[in-house]
Structures are given as C-alpha cells and as structure tokens.
C-alpha cells in the first residue's frame, strides 16, 4: 500500500496542494484522490496578484495517468480568488489546461500517443479512450500551438488544394516549402479560401514572400495578384500540374486511337499504357526498343507522346526569356499535331506562360509538400470524424503543422 506522502511525491503536485484522501474502487479498478490546498491567497489568473480565496467551486474531477492500470481522477474544489481590479475569478487549474477534464500529465501522453499511433482511432485504443476526448486534446494542442507559432519569415510558400473525404468538398492548404510545414488550411477552394489566409498576415509579411506555387487554378492566381506585391513574377505554377495536364492528353490520344485500331483488329498499342507516361528514362529497359519502334511509327499517340518528352526540356531553362522562346515553338510544334487534347494543353500553356516560365528565376516546386501529402492521404483514408473541415484542418495541423503542441505549467505569480 502506497502512503499518502509516496503518492504525493509520484503526482508531484503542486506547492500549497496535497492529498485529502484516497479511495480504491475494484471492477472497474478506479483509484479517486481528492486534494485539498493550505494557503489562503492564489495569483489572480489576469494579473498574477496574490489574492485572498473568495470562496471554492464545487467539486470538480480530472482524469490523471492510470496508476498500476487503474483509472486515476484527481477531485478538488478550486478556489476562487477576490481581485482587487479584477473581481472575483476561478484560479488556473495548476495541473490541467483550462477546459479540459484531464490532467496534464496525461494530455502530454494523448499528444505523444497520438503523434505514436499517426491514427486518432489506434490512439483511442491504446489510450482506452473515446473519440471524443482525445480529438479535444488535439484541438487544444493545435490552438496552443498556433498562438506560439512565431511571426517567422517564410518566402517560399505552396497552395495546394485536397478533397475532403471522397464528397468533392474541398479543403486549400497553404504550406511553408522552406521548412516542410503546413501553414494553415482553409475551406473550400475558393479565392476567398486564399484571401482569408492572405488577410491574417501583415503587409510586411506578405511583401517577404519571394515565390508561391500552385496549380492553374484561376481563383487561386487571383487572390494572390490580389494580396502579394509583385505578385505577376513571384507565381510559379507548379512543374507537376503541367506536366500531368500532358500526361492525361497523351492517354487521351492513346485511348481513342486503340480503340480505332481494335475495331480493325489491329492491337499494337494494347497493354501499352504505362510505356507512355513514362519519362523515357524511367521506362524497364527491356521495353525501351519496343518503345522506340512505336516512337518510329506514324501513330498520333506517338506524336502525342513526342510533345511530352520535348515539353520536359522546359524545365531546364534558366532564363525567363529562353523559356518563353522554348515554351511558344513547343506550343506551334504541339498544335501541328492537330490532336485536340494536345491542342488543349498547348493552349492551358500558352495562356499561363508568365507563371510557368517564372520557374526559371526560381525553380521551385511543391515536391518538398511530398512528406506532407502523404499524411494528409492517410488522414483522408480514415475517414471518421473528419467530416466537417475543421476537424480535417485540426488533423492536418496536428500532425504537418510543425507546432509545438505540448502544454505547459501556467504562469506562476511573481509574488506567489
Ligand atoms: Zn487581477
């Protein structure tokens, strides 16, 4: 049997609080510790004043670390303090972050769990607790570190859109591409969306930026020409959008052209696929000389695929006035194909030029969000209790956000 002073040096309570009294209930195995404290003054929670107790609140109960796999509540009455200039207040708890019914030493083990688990669900199982408890412990932690977050410089930052669960519901994220984070997410994928983010920071702030990436996205170029300084030249649309734009056209143009060909029972392009989507570089070696003979041929999809790997070269330029040279005969050659999905992304390129050239002065891309995406994807899977996007915001901040979620004793009073 644990004394009273041994369980009192395991809680490490605070100064001024100790044990009541303790109670052992078996099945469930519960064990219940009251507290009671010994002074008659308390900081007031505004200004830190020592102040006299006014009176208590009533009892009030807290869920602590199970001791020896029995469920552990702290109680205690709270006192409340008269301040002078600030009347009558409830003092911080000094073991539990306001609002919620744990302490804090078990909140730190929810966050650790969770960040451990990368599932809420596979945390509530190791935690024996519900979905509800344990997703108020991430929003608090999420709040806790979005007030900390610094004011920092970021200068490369990329605004992504993902869908919320599979309803076409849409989320924007914005992510810090410097240090791998994301910055904040916001509904819908509107220019509003981009805006409301633009707005929560200072003109100073906005006018560091030095390059944004997105995809073709209109409502998104708009909020930021809107917002950014100098916004015309720091847009860079991002490489991979482009690139799977050309992607989809040349399987359009494979898919129509086998079906012609099936239909005179000529199966050259069946089970080709993949060989086209390919950078001819990834390609399985062994199928490179197949390749190369279907390159040969006359086949539009052949012609289609050509566009892509000479729309690659783009990429490489390093100056904006060569690739817009580059980027405009590549567009003449892909419209003399006369196929109407290449057609479509020579045009899609032709009317964003400025953006995707802006690669060249800056080459950067949304790849460093790679880390990033495949969480998110993992917290679209599990799809419960994501369902509104707050909660989706909550989770992606959670765990990409970068913050600094633990919690912290409170202030103590200079005069305590
Ligand atoms: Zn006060």
């Known amino acids: ?10 809680l490490k309570l605070p100064k001024h609080w100790s044990i009541e009294r303790t109670e052992i209930r078996m099945s469930p195995d519960e064990a219940h510790i009251w507290l ?3 002074r008659g003054h308390f900081p007031c ?3 830190l004043c020592l102040c006299a107790v006014h009176d208590h609140t009533s009892e009030r109960m807290w869920r602590h670390l199970d001791l020896w796999k029995a469920q552990t509540f702290l ?12 009347g009558v207040a409830q003092i911080t708890v000094p073991w539990a972050t306001p609002f919620l019914n744990m302490t804090m030493d078990l909140e730190r083990e929810v966050i650790s769990q969770v960040l451990a688990c990368k599932t809420v669900s596979g945390a509530c199982g190791v935690l024996g607790m519900g979905w509800d408890q344990v997703r108020g412990v991430m929003m608090r932690a999420v709040e806790r570190g979005m007030a900390r977050r610094a004011d920092d410089d970021v200068t490369y930052i990329g605004v992504d859109e993902k869908a919320l669960l599979k309803r076409h519901r849409y989320v924007t994220l914005v992510y810090d591409l410097e240090r791998k984070l994301v910055l904040d997410v916001m509904p819908e994928r509107t220019e509003e969306s981009l805006l409301s983010f633009y707005r929560t920071w200072k003109p100073a702030r906005l ?3 030095k390059m944004i990436t997105m995809d073709m996205w209109g409502p998104y170029k708009t909020a930021t020409l809107k917002m950014v300084p100098l916004a015309w030249d720091k847009i860079v649309h991002d490489r991979f959008h482009v690139a799977q734009h050309m992607g989809k056209a040349v399987d359009r143009v494979r898919i129509d052209e086998h079906r012609g060909l099936m239909e005179a029972s000529d199966n050259t392009l069946k089970g080709t696929k993949h060989w086209w989507l390919y950078g001819q570089e990834n390609l399985p070696r062994h199928l490179l000389a197949d390749l190369a003979n279907l390159v040969a041929s006359d086949l539009q999809t052949a012609k289609a695929w050509t566009v892509k790997e000479h729309l690659r070269h783009l990429w490489a330029m390093t100056s904006v006035d060569t690739a817009r040279d580059y980027a405009t005969a590549w567009a003449r050659v892909a419209k003399d194909t006369g196929l109407k999905p290449v057609i479509a992304v020579a045009d899609l390129v032709l009317n ?9 002065r800056n080459p950067v891309t949304n790849a460093g969000a790679e880390g990033i995406n495949s969480i998110v994807m993992t917290l679209q899977r599990a799809a419960r209790g994501y369902r509104t996007w707050q909660t989706f915001r909550m989770a992606i901040l959670f765990y990409c956000g970068g913050l600094a979620l633990y919690p912290t004793l409170p202030r103590s009073a200079p005069c305590a």
Do not use: G, S
Request: hydrophobic share 40%; glycine share 0%.
């Open 45 to 47: 929670p505004t200004c």
């Open 352 to 360: 964003h030029l400025d953006q995707i050239i802006n690669f060249a």
């Open 1 to 10: 049997m644990l004394t009273t002073d041994a369980l009192t040096k395991l």
């Open 207 to 209: 006018e560091n930026i």
């Open 75 to 86: 109680h205690a009455r709270l006192p409340r303090i008269q301040c002078p200039d600030h």
């Open 36 to 38: 009671v404290h010994d």
